[in-house]
């Protein structure tokens, strides 16, 4: 694999979502008290000397890893956020993350970095959202099966949040920029889709705060960092001065595959992949919230007839106890239509599966 030295996961990054003509009947949301083990909130310890126990121990420049001016830069080795000697590795000034319950992108492993000016510290909003200064840049490197093949930077600039994409290519050890989108054949045979700048507010959208994944919610985890050390991931942003020491105290998520109850794995699985768009706001028609902390007799899926039933006649969103009968499944095993619409060519199987335990587990819709 090529980034030997940053073996990370990385977050949401220009995946698209249904525009407002698409019906996004796939909404989950499970209503009872989730998030218990968020222990009243994370307690950081703000002491600036040097420690062995956080993940990164001392702020890197962001040198010229900026957001750029007009067009997107050419090359990767014109936008500042790559090695001078290595087109392929982020510059030094990325902080590498990763996020508790990942966006599914085709199989992809992901590596996820944040870049902040100097003297600048981002805030919360009250959801846990972190709302990032002028000049960050956040950068998602795409590895499949050892193929680096994408690389994509999002920059907070002057005007707010751009996107843009570079297409990795191994014979000229260079990226180069797809702002028209591409669809790529892999060297494992996979169809690859690189999408255009357009498609970014698809699910980057405002009702989401742009920066999907960045939350306390998705953050809040003991992660190894390529340093070695195992570490709480907001207590080593706090140490460094990325996120300022108060974090709210909001219901932390869960792997989606791991070995929390179906509805705590289910939920987590929406939040990350569905509710940039199924929230209020979120810029489609459909009142539908897949917010992990939304209860399910508010978000307006159990037991609601689904708009578009894709041709299976009337069948709610969520059907308690019946996969066969829930939209939100069957939109996301479906090979038409499938949700999400933009940035992925392959049914996630687990994904799929973990919906399927949750809504078999469902013996009736809460009354709202």
């Not at 490197?141 to 990795?168: H, K, P």
């Amino acid at each position: 694999m090529r980034l030997l030295s940053l073996t990370v996961p990385f977050i949401v990054l220009l995946v698209g979502c249904p525009p407002p003509t698409e019906d996004s009947d796939t909404d989950l949301g499970t209503g009872t008290d989730l998030g218990t083990d968020t222990d009243e909130g994370t307690d950081v310890d703000t002491d600036t000397e040097a420690r062995t126990d956080v993940g990164v121990t001392s702020r890197p420049s962001p040198g010229f890893c900026v957001p750029w001016i007009g067009d997107a830069p050419s090359t990767l080795s014109r936008t500042g956020c790559v090695s001078d000697d290595d087109a392929s590795m982020p510059a030094a000034g990325f902080v590498p993350f990763s996020v508790i319950s990942p966006l599914w992108s085709d199989n992809a492993d992901k590596e996820r970095y944040i870049a902040m000016p100097e003297g600048t510290t981002a805030t919360f909003d009250e959801r846990g959202d972190i709302l990032f200064p002028t000049g960050t840049v956040l950068g998602k490197w795409f590895t499949v099966e050892d193929q680096l093949v994408e690389i994509r930077l999002y920059a907070n600039g002057a005007s707010g949040w751009e996107g843009a994409s570079w297409r990795w290519d191994d014979d000229t050890q260079e990226g180069y920029v797809e702002t028209s989108g591409a669809t790529l054949t892999l060297d494992n045979g996979q169809t690859w889709d690189i999408p255009n700048t357009g498609q970014c507010r698809q699910c980057h959208t405002f009702a989401a705060n742009t920066a999907l994944g960045l939350e306390a919610a998705q953050l809040d985890w003991d992660w190894a960092y390529p340093t070695g050390v195992t570490a709480n991931q907001l207590e080593t942003l706090v140490h460094i001065g990325f996120l300022p020491a108060d974090i709210p105290d909001v219901a932390r998520l869960v792997d989606p595959h791991g070995g929390a109850p179906e509805e705590e794995r289910a939920r987590s699985y929406l939040h990350s992949n569905c509710s940039g768009c199924h929230q209020p706001s979120g810029g489609t028609p459909y009142s539908i919230d897949f917010r992990y902390g939304t209860d399910l007799a508010d978000a307006d899926y159990c037991g609601v007839d689904a708009i578009n039933t894709l041709g299976f006649g009337r069948i709610p969103r969520l059907d308690p106890g019946s996969i066969d009968r829930s939209m939100i499944y069957q939109r996301m095993t479906t090979s038409a239509f499938r949700m999400p619409p933009v940035g992925t060519n392959i049914i996630d199987d687990d994904g799929a599966d973990t919906i399927a335990e949750w809504i078999a587990a469902i013996s009736a819709c809460p009354e709202p």
